[in-house]
C-alpha cells in the first residue's frame, strides 16, 4: 500500500486532456513540493514536474502540474501515442523522514 | 553530459548479500547526494536511502535500517549500495538516482537483482 495514493490507471484518445490526481497528507504534499517522473516501458523513470509545477528542460509544455492542500495533479494536454507510460507522484514524508511514491498510474492511449 | 552508469545484473541466494555500484561524473560526485530507488517487477517506486558522498551522510528508509549500507569511493567517483539478508521480495530493478534541489533529475540504467534458491 503506496502512502501517496493514485489511481492505477487513466485513459484518453489522442488530443484529449487527461488529468492524474495524486492525493496524500499533511506530513507528505500538505508540507513539501510534488514531483511526478514518467516511466516508459521499459525505460528508467524520467523526471517529468519538479516543485508542483516546474518543468525540467525539454519537457513539454503539454504537461503541467499543479498542488493543493494534500493533493496535487498531473495534467497531460493534446495527448500523443507516445504519452502511453507509467506516471508516478512522489513527496518528502516528514515524520517518516524520506520520499515516498505513489503507486503508479498506468496512462493508456486508446 | 552527467550519467550515472551502474554495474549489471545479479542472482543471489537467499541471505546472501549484493552491492551495486553506480559511477558518476565528477561534478555530480562532490555536488550532489545520491539516492536508491528499487522497483519490484511490475509494481511501483520505493525509495531506500540517500548518500552524501561530499561527508558520507547517509539516510535510510525506516524499512529497510539495519539491511542496506551506502558507501562511496571518493577515488572513483562511485557510490555504492549493499543489502543484506536478500529475502525474495528483495527481488527487483535497483536505481541509483541523483537527488538535485528536491528532484530525482538524472536515473541510472538500473540493475536487476534476482533472489532465488
Known amino acids: 500500500q503506496s502512502v501517496l495514493t493514485q489511481p492505477p490507471s487513466a485513459s484518453g484518445t489522442p488530443g484529449q486532456r487527461v488529468t492524474i490526481s495524486c492525493s496524500g497528507s499533511?506530513?507528505?504534499?500538505?508540507?513539501?513540493?510534488v514531483n511526478w517522473y514518467q516511466q516508459l516501458p521499459g525505460t528508467a523513470p524520467k523526471l517529468l514536474i519538479y516543485?508542483?509545477?516546474q518543468r525540467p528542460s525539454g519537457v513539454p509544455d503539454r504537461f503541467s502540474g499543479s498542488k493543493s492542500g494534500i493533493s496535487a495533479s498531473l495534467a497531460i494536454s493534446g495527448l500523443q501515442s507516445e504519452d502511453e507510460a507509467d506516471y508516478y507522484c512522489?513527496?518528502?514524508?516528514?515524520?517518516?523522514?524520506?520520499?515516498?511514491f505513489g503507486g503508479g498510474t498506468k496512462l493508456t492511449v486508446l | 553530459q552527467v550519467q550515472l552508469v551502474q554495474s549489471g545484473a545479479e542472482v543471489k541466494k537467499p541471505g546472501a548479500s549484493v552491492k551495486v555500484s553506480c559511477k558518476t561524473s565528477?561534478?555530480?560526485?562532490?555536488?550532489?547526494?545520491i539516492s536508491w530507488v528499487r522497483q519490484a517487477p511490475g509494481q511501483g517506486l520505493e525509495w531506500m536511502g540517500w548518500?552524501?558522498?561530499?561527508?558520507?551522510?547517509?539516510n535510510y528508509a525506516q524499512n529497510l535500517k539495519g539491511r542496506v549500507a551506502m558507501t562511496t569511493d571518493t577515488s572513483t567517483s562511485t557510490v555504492y549500495m549493499e543489502v543484506r539478508s536478500l529475502r525474495s521480495d528483495d527481488t527487483a530493478v535497483y536505481y541509483c538516482?541523483?537527488?538535485?534541489?528536491?528532484?530525482?533529475?538524472?536515473w541510472g540504467q538500473g540493475t536487476m537483482v534476482t533472489v532465488s534458491s
Open positions: 512522489a513527496a518528502w514524508h516528514d515524520s517518516l523522514n524520506g520520499w515516498v
Open positions: 516543485s508542483n509545477n
Open positions: 548518500i552524501s558522498p561530499y561527508n558520507g551522510n547517509t
Open positions: 565528477g561534478d555530480t560526485f562532490t555536488t550532489n547526494g
Open positions: 499533511s506530513s507528505n504534499i500538505g508540507s513539501n513540493t
Open positions: 538516482v541523483r537527488d538535485f534541489q528536491g528532484a530525482f533529475d538524472i
